[in-house]
């Protein structure tokens, strides 16, 4: 406990250890990107050579310093020609590692050498690379540069998609008109951009309308469109929602995919709806393709909700057998098979981890922080936030707020409200206020309060998930409830608040609600 006490000193004394309360690994997070995977334009990437050192590589380990030309010449010097295949291999090997700078050089290279007959997926890139570095006007400008055969479809979509990319809504509105007086057809990519610009709550409204013209343009949904439409309805906790999009989306016969199904499983997760979750998690299993490692890390993720051990297990074994475990895996496999209530599993994933990574993220320590508080070992915590401090990782609102739990599991609860306060003075995003770990922990408070009959803190922490709409299942107002029940306090317009914000009374409801009748005064 001695390294709770510090921190506590050090809180006081105004020296916060961190500014951040990043969660990296959460559902959401895996999701966002799934969702987004799809929307650069990009071509067939082609087979990977079997050279020991690819034009890739050899571009991906050039210092800073120095320029694309030395990579090309060292290429050329052990007689490998450049051709397209390794020059569009080595683009989206750089775009996914998001070396924009070096793409735009290897692009003005081949422009300028001309090593092949050029086409317009060169010039593509070339646009796509110069707005991504050098800003809009610049894009714009080099598009009228472009020789007049090559500004057809795809360089306008790839216009209107750099447009996007910068948030210019009008822009690249008007380019997509100008696409429709030349007859050209505007890509689902530009209007799964618009779609994602328009989720925030003050604009979601917009969205019909974009799905309207759509329709109007002629273009046909992919299923990604379908996918981000059901992400933002997930992030909304509205299962209903989520429902209906679903339906549409199998009405306009577009085929789902593990994407989609992925998103559906983990909605219907944290909603606690686990007979559903399990039915779609099977549907998840049968449409995987290949060794997709964001698939695993959810499928993980959802054993742990479903306390399916032995398919937690199964699916690690797969992981491990991938040509490179990433450490947001090992972080994973940690949380579910702490979620299931195997510990000695977590701990010693903890100690692999250790042995094979180098442990310089805060996610790492929280992965196996979060265990320990959930189950109350609040003297294992304290230890590993000592550890973590050695290791220079610094705390962040995660890492308070699960040391939190762990302290008021353990009886602690001075030491809990201090370490909570601790936690609240550091910035924390709004996408990690509405991450599910977040929310998952926060719940865990309001319930650990609840079942001491302190309203006052419980309906606190409540007001968080009031706010990220969590508290529309129905399981989060019960366990508010369940805190007025302990306190034996009266609450008169309960049921009517918890109508008004979007949570449909169960059973366990009516049963609280009449014990809480028997405190009226």
Same mark, same amino acid.
């Given at each position: %406990? ?15 250890l ?10 959401n997070s ?17 087979? @990977?050579?079997?050279? +020991? ?23 050329m ?8 295949g390794?020059?569009f291999?080595?683009?989206n ?5 998001? @070396? ?5 050089? =290897? %692009? ?34 080099l ?5 007049q055969?090559?500004q057809?479809?795809?360089?306008y979509?790839?216009l209107?998609?750099?447009c ?11 380019? %997509?008109?100008r ?7 505007? +890509?689902?990519?530009a209007?799964?951009?618009l ?5 925030s ?7 019909p ?12 949904p992919?299923?990604?469109?379908y ?6 309805e997930?992030d909304?906790?509205?299962i209903?929602?989520?429902?209906k999009?679903f ?7 577009v ?11 983990t ?13 779609y998690?099977?549907e =998840? ?5 290949g060794?997709?490692w ?8 959802l054993y ?20 490179? =475990?990433?450490y947001?895996s ?5 949380e ?11 701990e010693?994933l ?5 042995a ?20 109350g ?5 304290s230890e590993?936030?000592?550890? %973590? ?9 995660i890492?308070?707020?699960n040391l939190?739990?762990?302290?008021l599991?353990?009886?602690l609860?001075e ?5 909570l306060?601790?936690g ?14 977040? @929310?998952?922990?926060?719940?865990l ?6 079942? @001491? ?7 606190k922490l ?8 969590y ?11 369940k805190?007025?029940?302990?306190a ?7 049921l009517?608040n918890m ?8 059973a366990?409801?009516?049963s ?10």
């Open positions: %406990m001695q390294a709770i006490r510090t921190l506590h000193k050090r809180a006081f004394c105004a020296i916060f961190d500014n951040r309360g990043r969660i990296l690994h959460s559902p895996i999701f966002s990107s799934l969702c987004s995977s799809d929307i650069n334009v990009s071509s067939e990437e082609p087979q @990977m050579t079997d050279r +020991s050192i690819s034009l890739s590589s050899r571009i991906e380990l050039l210092p800073r310093t120095q320029s694309v030309i030395s990579a090309f010449q060292s290429w010097a052990d007689g490998f020609p450049i051709h397209r390794e020059i291999r080595t683009i090997r750089l775009r996914k590692l998001k @070396m924009n700078k070096r793409a735009l050089e =290897v %692009m003005e290279w081949v422009i300028r050498e001309r090593p092949y007959k050029l086409k317009e997926l060169d010039y593509s890139y070339l646009l796509e690379f110069t707005t991504k570095i050098h800003g809009i006007s610049q894009g714009e400008t598009f009228t540069r472009i020789p055969d090559f057809n479809e795809l360089l979509n790839n209107v998609l750099a996007l990319d910068k948030g210019v809504i009008k822009l690249s509105l008007e380019y %997509m008109k696409m429709r007086e030349l007859g050209f057809p505007i +890509s689902y990519l209007f799964n951009r779609i994602i610009l328009h989720s709550p003050g604009r979601r409204k917009t969205i309308k974009i799905l309207t013209q759509m329709k109007a343009d002629k273009v046909i992919h299923p990604s469109t996918n981000i439409l059901l992400k933002i997930a909304d906790h509205n209903e929602g989520l429902s999009v339906d549409e989306m199998k009405k306009a016969q085929e789902p995919s593990e994407i989609t199904y992925c998103i559906l499983a909605a219907h997760a944290v909603a606690r709806l686990y007979a559903v979750c399990e039915a998690v099977e =998840v299993e049968k449409c995987k393709t060794n997709n964001s698939t695993f890390d959810v499928l993980i993720i742990g909700y479903l306390g399916k051990q032995r398919k937690v297990e199964e699916t690690w074994d797969t992981i491990q057998n991938f040509p490179y =475990v990433r947001k090992f972080v994973l496999a940690i579910a098979f702490g979620r299931i209530g195997w510990l000695d599993r977590a010693d903890w100690l692999e981890m250790k094979k990574k180098r442990l310089k993220r805060t996610e790492q320590f929280n992965s196996i922080l979060s265990v320990y508080c959930r189950h070992f609040v003297d294992k915590a590993l936030f000592e550890e %973590m401090g050695i290791n220079g990782c610094k705390a962040n609102a890492t308070y707020r939190g739990l762990g302290c599991k353990a009886g609860v030491e809990a409200l201090k370490t306060q601790i609240s003075n550091h910035t924390t995003s709004t996408w990690v206020r509405r991450s599910s770990p977040w @929310m998952e922990t926060t719940l408070l309001v319930e650990t309060f609840a079942d @001491m009959g302190d309203i006052e803190n419980a309906n409540f007001q968080e998930l009031k706010k990220s709409r508290s529309r299942y129905t399981f989060v107002y019960n366990t508010l409830l805190a007025y029940v302990k034996k306090v009266y609450c008169p317009d309960f009517k109508i008004l914000w979007g949570a449909r009374p169960d366990e409801t009516y609280l609600l009449r014990l809480i009748e028997e405190f009226k005064t």
